[in-house]
């Protein structure tokens, strides 16, 4: 079978990191090519190069055995190369068609013809099974529908190269399924299919071929029916990895924090967003709160943690009743935050690594005295952390925090928040962009302080991490919690029904 | 401490001198300072050439003038800033730098915190008004009377700054917007005030021979005049205790940022604001606190200004926005020249208040005074300018990371 691309000795730097060295790409015609790596390994740099995005340093791009210079997106339409990226391009207050002829547009006498266009995306929506409404505007259709609609952007540009990067993050297991049919049918068709990801079981599931990355080097490529995950796993990082986590059955302690017939009216999206929600947490217990994104979990924390205010419900905190209270005061009675977006709110990104490590403390003797700020106790307290939690930057305490790598940045938070010696920790995708070192190391941290009699809410886009690190899973849909389940009785296929709505359970009410 | 130990330690503190300037040189602070260094450098180049092209122009009778521009001892009374008279103009140079300075910290302390506080010239007028008040109708002996004018200047700025701070933190009103309309406020307020509280100056009208209002207000009386003992030093007269206020103030600001838990609370909320929050400070009250801080520095500045001698606030808007106002928006400028640091803007001001005594000047090489204020303009825009560049240079660097973060997966933010 002929190459229709090749990608020969790419090499790509961003300053003196080397995002792609001499890596050599070549996809068939109709096969379906997984691109796996940890983040990190240049997978996403290596598509873009292809996509345009980015001009490579080194090496050329073949297209059917011919040489071709992609300089930008538009070249690569020409080559009929499309891409659905992990964050959606689409225009939120434009319709489904808009968005999708949205840089194509046909035109008469210099108005728009969207007839024409409707009824070609119909078409192409029943041929390929890809459901969408294309009059509803993006802002009011799922996530789901949202990527069909970038998929149907690519198929009404007639693509035949099709790249999905991570295309798999933002759904649930039943759309997964759904996703994956269809790429295997773009494959029947003779359209050839790069798949990014970092998920091997969907490699193993969908793939042809798969190509591994590490640190910007191309490991090899295999074929898929002659490896196995752990195979792969292996070749990613380049060492074998556990993929269980050691636990110790949870030794349950009495309630530290709940949570009763809380709510949050959400005005920018004009409904509940957090509907009604009673959560009771007890020392020694991790409880994973799983959903689709936008769910409301992130209102959720945010009133948990007073970021907002709570429309309607009580929060009691060790038995102290912190409704109305500051987020100070939350903080003093006991509560620890890893919060979902490292640099809109842990960290300041200005500052140097200590005077991060004392963000919430800063104001207590150990660090003040009559106003003035004890440096050399701030600098302590983060030598010591930086000890304790194997923080790693350049000058030490005095390391300007934005220059620091996104683990790091990450370790620091999650060593400023356990150190405060927290009875209920909110971590909000606490290894979110991470590398599976430090992933293991983080969750290695959470499961120490459950150990310790803490009670930990656990919120996470990842399944794996919810069912491995969870002591009972909470499901959270539309702003309910429609399900209380068991990790070690459920699976992935139960957990997706009622993260998609398609099933639910009558009401728990704990609490009450 | 023995006497001994004493000299050992000053003694140690001079030694490290050299190696302090050594290393401002190669060192942080310096390539920090780069780009006011540079937007000076380019402003002076700019204002010689353009004294060198008058003189060209004057030379081929494009111009005709009465007295021909003299080019080179132009040039050296401009760059002689100060230094032109000797101690005496070098102590009108610190006159004028007082104010100048007071009004750079106040805009320089609002950036840090994350705030543009455009009202500095309100806060300015509101202090002067409360000053005048305080200076014609109290009559008390003088130490306390200036001192409580000072107090009192301070506190009014305070207030309107803090006004604008509860607009923004209570009904969100974006400060720049409040800003603006306070200052016209301040400077109406003051206008009507002047006349409601009989601060004007009354004369005998010497054709009618009623009493008439003066368009100004009385002096200050004197025990409300600030201390000119440095007029000795100086040999000049209106060299006063401003400069050290001034200075005294520079210092505490830049304690204030680096030292404390005020400041670094402050500063947190100017970088980030939504991590100030997650970690349990109080944002609003901060957003007020740094606007009534930087309000009293402003409110300062106005009552130097109008304590001393035969100074008058009048009645029209044309002199008070030259006297008083300007000075007030020359604050931005010195903030953005002096990079908000409390230090930097003390150099700004010194150096803004040098080079417009230098075009005070000029005039005697016949050139026109103006040429200071071109200058100073052409400073302030490449200041700004770097400041966009260096902004730009930064995003640079930064979308590059960003980049980076896409091969991580694109979750880096």
């Given at each position: 079978?002929?190459?229709?691309?090749?990608?020969?000795?790419?090499?790509?730097?961003?300053?003196?990191?080397?995002?792609?060295?001499?890596?050599?790409?070549?996809?068939?015609?109709?096969?379906?090519?997984?691109?796996?790596?940890?983040?990190?390994?240049?997978?996403?740099?290596?598509?873009?190069?292809?996509?345009?995005?980015?001009?490579?340093?080194?090496?050329?791009?073949?297209?059917?055995?011919?040489?071709?210079?992609?300089?930008?997106?538009?070249?690569?339409?020409?080559?009929?190369?499309?891409?659905?990226?992990?964050?959606?391009?689409?225009?939120?207050?434009?319709?489904?068609?808009?968005?999708?002829?949205?840089?194509?547009?046909?035109?008469?006498?210099?108005?728009?013809?969207?007839?024409?266009?409707?009824?070609?995306?119909?078409?192409?929506?029943?041929?390929?099974?890809?459901?969408?409404?294309?009059?509803?505007?993006?802002?009011?259709?799922?996530?789901?529908?949202?990527?069909?609609?970038?998929?149907?952007?690519?198929?009404?540009?007639?693509?035949?190269?099709?790249?999905?990067?991570?295309?798999?993050?933002?759904?649930?297991?039943?759309?997964?399924?759904?996703?994956?049919?269809?790429?295997?049918?773009?494959?029947?068709?003779?359209?050839?299919?790069?798949?990014?990801?970092?998920?091997?079981?969907?490699?193993?599931?969908?793939?042809?071929?798969?190509?591994?990355?590490?640190?910007?080097?191309?490991?090899?490529?295999?074929?898929?029916?002659?490896?196995?995950?752990?195979?792969?796993?292996?070749?990613?990082?380049?060492?074998?990895?556990?993929?269980?986590?050691?636990?110790?059955?949870?030794?349950?302690?009495?309630?530290?924090?709940?949570?009763?017939?809380?709510?949050?009216?959400?005005?920018?999206?004009?409904?509940?967003?957090?509907?009604?929600?009673?959560?009771?947490?007890?020392?020694?217990?991790?409880?994973?709160?799983?959903?689709?994104?936008?769910?409301?979990?992130?209102?959720?924390?945010?009133?948990?943690?007073?970021?907002?205010?709570?429309?309607?419900?009580?929060?009691?905190?060790?038995?102290?009743?912190?409704?109305?209270?500051?987020?100070?005061?939350?903080?003093?009675?006991?509560?620890?935050?890893?919060?979902?977006?490292?640099?809109?709110?842990?960290?300041?990104?200005?500052?140097?690594?200590?005077?991060?490590?004392?963000?919430?403390?800063?104001?207590?003797?150990?660090?003040?005295?009559?106003?003035?700020?004890?440096?050399?106790?701030?600098?302590?307290?983060?030598?010591?952390?930086?000890?304790?939690?194997?923080?790693?930057?350049?000058?030490?305490?005095?390391?300007?925090?934005?220059?620091?790598?996104?683990?790091?940045?990450?370790?620091?938070?999650?060593?400023?928040?356990?150190?405060?010696?927290?009875?209920?920790?909110?971590?909000?995708?606490?290894?979110?962009?991470?590398?599976?070192?430090?992933?293991?190391?983080?969750?290695?941290?959470?499961?120490?302080?459950?150990?310790?009699?803490?009670?930990?809410?656990?919120?996470?886009?990842?399944?794996?991490?919810?069912?491995?690190?969870?002591?009972?899973?909470?499901?959270?849909?539309?702003?309910?919690?429609?399900?209380?389940?068991?990790?070690?009785?459920?699976?992935?296929?139960?957990?997706?029904?009622?993260?998609?709505?398609?099933?639910?359970?009558?009401?728990?009410?704990?609490?009450? | 401490?023995?006497?001994?130990?004493?000299?050992?330690?000053?003694?140690?503190?001079?030694?490290?001198?050299?190696?302090?300037?050594?290393?401002?040189?190669?060192?942080?602070?310096?390539?920090?300072?780069?780009?006011?260094?540079?937007?000076?450098?380019?402003?002076?180049?700019?204002?010689?050439?353009?004294?060198?092209?008058?003189?060209?122009?004057?030379?081929?009778?494009?111009?005709?003038?009465?007295?021909?521009?003299?080019?080179?001892?132009?040039?050296?009374?401009?760059?002689?800033?100060?230094?032109?008279?000797?101690?005496?103009?070098?102590?009108?140079?610190?006159?004028?730098?007082?104010?100048?300075?007071?009004?750079?910290?106040?805009?320089?302390?609002?950036?840090?915190?994350?705030?543009?506080?455009?009202?500095?010239?309100?806060?300015?007028?509101?202090?002067?008004?409360?000053?005048?008040?305080?200076?014609?109708?109290?009559?008390?002996?003088?130490?306390?009377?200036?001192?409580?004018?000072?107090?009192?200047?301070?506190?009014?700025?305070?207030?309107?700054?803090?006004?604008?701070?509860?607009?923004?933190?209570?009904?969100?009103?974006?400060?720049?917007?409040?800003?603006?309309?306070?200052?016209?406020?301040?400077?109406?307020?003051?206008?009507?005030?002047?006349?409601?509280?009989?601060?004007?100056?009354?004369?005998?009208?010497?054709?009618?021979?009623?009493?008439?209002?003066?368009?100004?207000?009385?002096?200050?009386?004197?025990?409300?005049?600030?201390?000119?003992?440095?007029?000795?030093?100086?040999?000049?007269?209106?060299?006063?205790?401003?400069?050290?206020?001034?200075?005294?103030?520079?210092?505490?600001?830049?304690?204030?940022?680096?030292?404390?838990?005020?400041?670094?609370?402050?500063?947190?909320?100017?970088?980030?604001?939504?991590?100030?929050?997650?970690?349990?400070?109080?944002?609003?009250?901060?957003?007020?606190?740094?606007?009534?801080?930087?309000?009293?520095?402003?409110?300062?500045?106005?009552?130097?200004?109008?304590?001393?001698?035969?100074?008058?606030?009048?009645?029209?808007?044309?002199?008070?926005?030259?006297?008083?106002?300007?000075?007030?928006?020359?604050?931005?400028?010195?903030?953005?020249?002096?990079?908000?640091?409390?230090?930097?803007?003390?150099?700004?001001?010194?150096?803004?208040?040098?080079?417009?005594?230098?075009?005070?000047y000029i005039d005697q090489a016949n050139y026109m005074k103006e040429?200071?204020?071109?200058i100073t303009s052409v400073i302030i825009y490449f200041s700004a300018?770097?400041?966009?560049?260096?902004?730009?240079?930064?995003?640079?660097?930064?979308?590059?990371?960003?980049?980076?973060?896409?091969?991580?997966?694109?979750?880096?933010?």
């Amino acid at each position: 079978m002929p190459y229709i691309i090749e990608m020969l000795d790419i090499c790509k730097n961003f300053g003196t990191l080397k995002a792609n060295d001499h890596v050599t790409f070549e996809l068939k015609q109709s096969e379906v090519h997984a691109l796996v790596g940890e983040n990190g390994a240049g997978k996403s740099t290596l598509m873009s190069i292809l996509f345009g995005l980015y001009a490579a340093d080194g090496g050329e791009i073949r297209y059917k055995g011919e040489k071709v210079e992609i300089k930008n997106p538009n070249d690569a339409n020409r080559l009929r190369i499309g891409m659905v990226h992990q964050h959606f391009k689409l225009v939120d207050v434009f319709t489904v068609t808009e968005n999708i002829i949205l840089g194509n547009e046909d035109t008469k006498y210099g108005f728009l013809t969207k007839k024409e266009a409707r009824k070609k995306i119909v078409a192409l929506s029943e041929r390929y099974k890809l459901t969408v409404d294309p009059d509803a505007l993006i802002k009011d259709i799922s996530v789901g529908m949202q990527q069909r609609v970038e998929i149907l952007k690519m198929l009404y540009r007639d693509a035949d190269i099709l790249i999905f990067d991570e295309p798999t993050a933002v759904l649930t297991p039943q759309e997964i399924d759904e996703l994956m049919i269809t790429i295997r049918n773009f494959a029947k068709e003779g359209k050839s299919i790069v798949i990014i990801t970092h998920k091997l079981n969907e490699v193993m599931a969908v793939a042809d071929r798969c190509t591994v990355l590490r640190k910007g080097k191309c490991i090899g490529t295999v074929d898929v029916k002659d490896t196995t995950a752990a195979d792969l796993a292996e070749m990613m990082v380049g060492r074998k990895i556990i993929f269980t986590v050691h636990k110790h059955p949870a030794n349950v302690k009495d309630e530290i924090f709940r949570a009763e017939h809380v709510s949050y009216f959400s005005k920018e999206k004009n409904r509940m967003t957090v509907d009604d929600v009673s959560i009771s947490a007890k020392g020694g217990e991790i409880i994973g709160i799983a959903g689709i994104e936008g769910n409301g979990q992130t209102e959720l924390v945010d009133i948990i943690t007073g970021l907002k205010r709570q429309t309607a419900g009580r929060f009691t905190l060790k038995g102290v009743d912190i409704t109305d209270a500051s987020i100070r005061t939350k903080l003093e009675t006991g509560m620890g935050h890893i919060p979902e977006d490292r640099h809109k709110h842990g960290l300041v990104l200005d500052f140097n690594l200590a005077e991060n490590l004392v963000l919430e403390n800063y104001y207590l003797p150990a660090y003040q005295k009559r106003g003035f700020i004890k440096f050399d106790a701030v600098d302590a307290n983060a030598e010591n952390l930086i000890e304790r939690f194997d923080i790693r930057s350049a000058a030490g305490v005095a390391t300007v925090v934005r220059s620091m790598s996104g683990g790091n940045q990450q370790k620091a938070i999650i060593s400023r928040e356990i150190s405060r010696d927290p009875e209920l920790l909110v971590a909000v995708q606490p290894t979110r962009g991470l590398d599976v070192g430090a992933i293991e190391y983080i969750h290695e941290q959470l499961l120490k302080e459950r150990d310790a009699g803490k009670a930990i809410l656990l919120i996470s886009l990842e399944l794996d991490e919810i069912i491995d690190l969870s002591d009972r899973i909470l499901v959270m849909f539309e702003g309910r919690i429609v399900a209380e389940l068991d990790p070690q009785k459920t699976t992935f296929h139960e957990i997706g029904l009622y993260m998609s709505g398609s099933k639910s359970e009558v009401k728990t009410d704990e609490a009450a | 401490m023995k006497p001994h130990d004493i000299l050992k330690r000053i003694g140690a503190f001079f030694k490290h001198i050299p190696t302090a300037i050594r290393a401002f040189f190669v060192g942080a602070t310096f390539k920090k300072a780069m780009p006011s260094l540079v937007a000076i450098g380019a402003g002076l180049i700019f204002g010689i050439f353009t004294m060198f092209v008058i003189w060209l122009l004057v030379k081929v009778k494009v111009f005709n003038v009465i007295n021909d521009p003299q080019l080179f001892r132009g040039i050296a009374k401009l760059l002689a800033g100060g230094f032109n008279k000797g101690m005496n103009s070098l102590g009108y140079m610190l006159y004028r730098a007082a104010p100048l300075i007071l009004t750079g910290l106040a805009v320089g302390f609002a950036f840090k915190t994350g705030l543009f506080n455009i009202g500095a010239p309100g806060q300015l007028v509101f202090g002067a008004l409360a000053a005048i008040i305080i200076g014609v109708k109290l009559s008390i002996p003088a130490p306390w009377h200036w001192m409580l004018c000072l107090i009192g200047g301070m506190a009014a700025g305070s207030l309107w700054g803090f006004i604008i701070g509860f607009l923004k933190s209570v009904f969100n009103v974006h400060e720049v917007v409040a800003s603006i309309m306070m200052n016209y406020i301040a400077m109406y307020f003051a206008f009507w005030s002047l006349d409601a509280f009989n601060l004007r100056h009354r004369f005998v009208d010497s054709v009618t021979g009623q009493i008439s209002l003066a368009p100004y207000t009385d002096t200050l009386a004197q025990t409300a005049w600030l201390p000119r003992g440095l007029a000795d030093v100086f040999n000049g007269y209106t060299v006063n205790i401003g400069i050290l206020i001034a200075i005294a103030a520079v210092v505490i600001m830049y304690i204030v940022l680096n030292k404390t838990t005020l400041g670094y609370q402050l500063k947190a909320a100017g970088f980030n604001r939504d991590a100030s929050k997650y970690a349990g400070m109080n944002t609003k009250r901060d957003i007020m606190l740094s606007m009534a801080i930087s309000g009293l520095l402003a409110g300062l500045a106005g009552a130097i200004i109008i304590m001393v001698p035969d100074k008058k606030m009048f009645t029209d808007q044309a002199t008070m926005s030259s006297e008083f106002m300007s000075i007030g928006f020359d604050g931005i400028s010195i903030a953005l020249l002096g990079l908000s640091e409390p230090i930097g803007v003390g150099l700004a001001g010194l150096f803004l208040a040098y080079i417009r005594i230098g075009g005070d000047y000029i005039d005697q090489a016949n050139y026109m005074k103006e040429l200071a204020d071109v200058i100073t303009s052409v400073i302030i825009y490449f200041s700004a300018l770097s400041v966009a560049l260096y902004q730009f240079l930064q995003r640079r660097k930064k979308k590059k990371t960003a980049d980076a973060a896409v091969l991580s997966g694109g979750d880096e933010r």
